[in-house]
């Protein structure tokens, strides 16, 4: 076996040297990595080239290639998943592949819209080498409950003694016209990574790993950010941020290995176990030995039961250098794996790399399908430092007797806009853990049940006293009977409208449909101001002369019925200065239409570039912008919730008659995570050119997504061009890259808007600039919250205003990134904060 990862690590480093793609591997000479349905050679963004599949078919009658209909702005590349095979009836890919090597099988699915086929009605298995790798499988489903664009599944086969590997899809028989789908096939070779383990629970029994086949349920980097297939270390695997899986507020500390140190592998099959990027960071404990001894650092992973898996801990000691300084049992579901983990003392020295290994069976008998991963400070060895360290995590799931690897479809979490954040939580403690849990839950399960109680009578008290107050409310005509609405658009024919009524709380007026014909002269088309996802945007009149902006929801809209009910829910519970005003809405004869206020002055984007309009100076841009951020600001920190607004770009910021700058367009708007989590777990939305790349990787969305976005407006403003135009060179194709290389470069100047060049004055495009780029910083925690932003927009705004001795004295008061209660009072106390919020809360309170 030695020879054969000698072998093996030689055509690596020949095809390293002779291609710096992202899979290194994927170009050996029996390496296949095939864009299904595709006819034409493609390469994706990371440069690896993908090659058509059909020659590898055993027979293509039963099957044929496609083109998904629309593209999700969160997948990685067009390449391989916007080209699909969609298999009708059972067929077979077939590979030559060596004996010598296990491989790594990846299979990626984008469940998207695909003429003449319903995904939904996908249910397929796949089989590879004799063992079933899925059953019964919906990608549709899938995705859907990950709240994932895209689905990789990924699995290492043993090696085939026969030379080939057969790769079949057979659609399912229990479904009328299912079929089967892919969109990307890698086999990748690799080496035996894998050597007998103890199995936990069973001191005296090993399992021979190297025997099993097995599918990757998790690969973490713990302690560090994201990591591409294309900065792996050969394979082309991706590495995920840990966070989401750590238990509780208990995270712990991250760090990052100082540059003095360096990382070294202790053979040359770890170098191939995980990258450099991996064994730089980690989580820790934390430096309180006291909070350390009583408390465990805890992940825990949703898995499938009745399986046995393979758990893989990735250790490098980059902090201590000596023995006996940091010793930690290591437990997975509650039962110790490794009582004295010293890495120092396996790894024989500071920065050296380290895998251990464990198997653990689990049953369904009990109903637990989660995998706990814990460390605790080992007591009883008095180290130094009572702390443990984590520097990387893989979970793999390995076949049954049955030569089966399958698992069921997760089940998808039903939708709502102000528990969604909730819901997504990755997962909730095992009653096995702690039955005072079990205590606790039933106790609150009573008192919840006593408030529910009181809370109904007292909504039916409030109710009778609703419908007095709200007959003499000028916004709204009345308060109509809530009733049961679906997911679905309802054909509606009465004056009330369901989620109108239900979304809006009595805050949003409806309209008949004979209303907004007669505003809209029955829709004419000359009365179009606008056409955007949702539907076209009309200009119209209301009670005989008041304008107004029509919104009126495209039949084909995918998005429509989620956006009308966002923009409902969100926006008649709303009302700031800066901010669009929703009027209110109609739900009849099928028809979803948004009344609001008229914005005279139109887009800020069509005031920038591309158009006859006259450009606006930079005192004009300048104020605009510190609208824009009042009203962001408010959305984060002045409502309820934390609403992320989660599509921030210069086309959502409208100006009204007097040149005020109100935020628009809330579709795709979230409520932000609650107090005890981060982030939103959610499928990327927003627009290209615009999307914080952070949360276009980790898929974890914060408010500061929408300071990234922000910042590509700030230098939109600046610069008069959009954020993303193809027609330039590669480097200034975005704009949000370009402007910060320029930055670097000092040559900023050359990229401004020539109509402002000699408006600005140096302070406040100095103080400017650097509040743009700080909102486009990689990692959010870098970023500046909007108040900050805000504050600073102020700053710049004033040293614009100000002589030069005067700015010298301003400068004095310049204020900080601290984030701290005097800025939010500061904030706070801003006059613009609208009174009609103020009343309407007051309104509430009333009722």
Not at 346 to 366: C, F, L, P, Q
Not at 421 to 442: D, E, L
Not at 668 to 693: A, C, E, I, R
Request: hydrophobic share 35%.
């Amino acid at each position: 076996m030695k020879c054969n990862i000698i072998i093996f690590f030689c055509i690596i480093d020949i095809v390293h040297s002779q291609n710096n793609t992202k899979n290194s591997a994927s170009n050996a000479a029996d390496s296949f990595v095939l864009a299904c349905g595709s006819s034409n050679d493609a390469t994706d963004e990371n440069g690896s080239k993908w090659i058509p599949d059909n020659k590898f078919l055993i027979s293509s009658s039963n099957s044929l290639p496609t083109i998904a209909q629309s593209q999700d702005p969160s997948l990685p590349s067009i390449v391989p998943y916007m080209t699909a095979r969609i298999f009708k009836s059972e067929s077979t890919y077939k590979f030559s592949v060596s004996p010598k090597f296990r491989y790594w099988i990846r299979l990626h699915f984008y469940p998207s819209s695909y003429k003449n086929f319903d995904l939904s009605n996908s249910f397929f298995s796949v089989t590879a080498g004799g063992f079933t790798l899925l059953n019964n499988f919906s990608a549709f489903i899938t995705a859907q409950a990950l709240t994932q664009a895209y689905i990789v599944r990924e699995f290492n086969m043993i090696p085939i003694n026969s030379g080939n590997l057969n790769l079949t899809f057979t659609p399912s028989s229990t479904y009328n016209d299912s079929f089967a789908f892919v969109n990307g096939i890698e086999i990748i070779p690799m080496p035996e990574i894998f050597q007998p383990v103890s199995l936990v629970g069973f001191s005296d029994q090993q399992m021979d790993t190297e025997s099993y086949t097995m599918q990757t349920m998790f690969r973490l980097n713990v302690g560090g950010q994201y990591i591409p297939p294309s900065n792996d270390s050969g394979f082309s695997r991706t590495w995920f941020d840990d966070a989401p899986y750590v238990y509780g507020a208990a995270m712990g500390v991250t760090s990052e290995a100082d540059k003095n140190v360096r990382i070294s592998y202790s053979s040359d099959v770890e170098k191939y176990i995980a990258p450099v990027n991996v064994y730089s960071t980690a989580r820790s404990m934390g430096p309180n030995s006291t909070v350390n001894k009583n408390y465990n650092l805890t992940w825990v992973f949703q898995i499938d039961v009745n399986f046995t898996y393979l758990v893989r801990f990735h250790f490098c000691e980059y902090q201590l250098s000596k023995v006996n300084q940091r010793v930690f049992a290591i437990f997975i579901n509650n039962q110790t794996a490794y009582p004295e983990a010293d890495v120092i003392a396996w790894g024989e020295g500071r920065g050296v790399t380290v895998h251990k290994d464990y198997a653990i069976h689990v049953n369904g008998k009990s109903g637990d399908d989660q995998l706990w991963v814990a460390l605790h400070p080992n007591v009883t060895s008095k180290p130094e430092f009572y702390d443990a360290i984590l520097n990387g995590l893989e979970i793999f799931k390995l076949n049954d007797v049955r030569q089966n690897l399958a698992g069921p479809n997760p089940m998808p979490l039903p939708l709502k806009l102000e528990t969604e954040s909730q819901q997504r939580r990755p997962f909730s403690q095992s009653k096995s853990k702690n039955h005072g849990i079990i205590i606790g839950s039933v106790l609150g399960a009573l008192a919840g049940f006593v408030l529910v109680v009181g809370f109904v009578v007292f909504l039916i008290h409030r109710r009778r006293r609703v419908d007095v107050e709200m007959s003499s409310t000028s916004r709204c005509l009345s308060i109509y009977r809530y009733s049961q609405s679906s997911g679905t658009r309802t054909t509606s024919k009465t004056s009330g409208s369901s989620r109108i009524s239900n979304k809006g709380g009595g805050f949003c007026r409806h309209f008949a449909l004979a209303e907004i014909k007669l505003g809209t002269d029955n829709f004419n088309e000359s009365n179009v101001i606008g056409v955007g996802g949702f539907g076209k945007v009309y200009k119209g009149y209301i009670d005989g002369s008041a304008a107004v902006a029509i919104k009126r929801a495209n039949p084909s809209s995918e998005q429509g019925v989620h956006e009308f009910e966002t923009e409902i829910d969100l926006l008649s519970k709303l009302r700031h200065r800066h901010l669009v005003s929703l009027i209110g809405a109609c739900e009849e004869n099928d028809e979803m239409i948004l009344v609001y206020d008229y914005m005279a002055n139109g887009t800020l984007r069509e005031h920038l570039y591309n158009n006859n309009k006259p450009p606006l100076c930079w005192k004009q841009r300048l104020d605009i912008c510190i609208g824009a951020a009042r009203g962001l600001h408010y959305l984060h920190t002045g409502a309820k919730y934390t609403i992320i607004h989660r599509d921030v770009k210069t086309t959502n910021i409208l100006l009204d008659e007097r040149w005020v700058a109100k935020v628009s367009d809330f579709g795709l708007s979230k409520t932000g995570p609650s107090l005890n989590q981060t982030h939103v777990s959610t499928m990327v939305k927003g627009s290209f050119g615009y999307l914080d790349p952070e949360y276009f990787r980790r898929q974890q969305l914060t408010e500061k997504s929408d300071v990234y976005s922000f910042g590509v407006v700030l230098f939109e403003v600046l610069c008069g061009r959009p954020a993303i135009n193809p027609s330039f060179s590669k480097e200034q194709v975005s704009l949000a890259d370009w402007a910060l290389v320029n930055l670097k470069r000092d040559t900023l100047e050359d990229i401004i808007d020539p109509c402002i060049k000699g408006q600005i004055t140096i302070d406040c495009l100095n103080h400017f600039t650097e509040t743009a780029a700080k909102c486009l910083s990689d990692s959010s925690i870098d970023r500046p919250s909007m108040g900050s932003v805000l504050r600073h927009l102020e700053y710049s705004l004033r040293l614009q205003n100000n002589s030069d001795d005067e700015a010298m004295v301003v400068a004095k008061q310049k204020p900080d990134n601290d984030e701290a209660n005097a800025m939010h009072t500061t904030l706070l106390s801003i006059e613009e904060e609208d009174k009609i919020c103020v009343e309407s809360e007051e309104h509430s309170a009333r009722r």
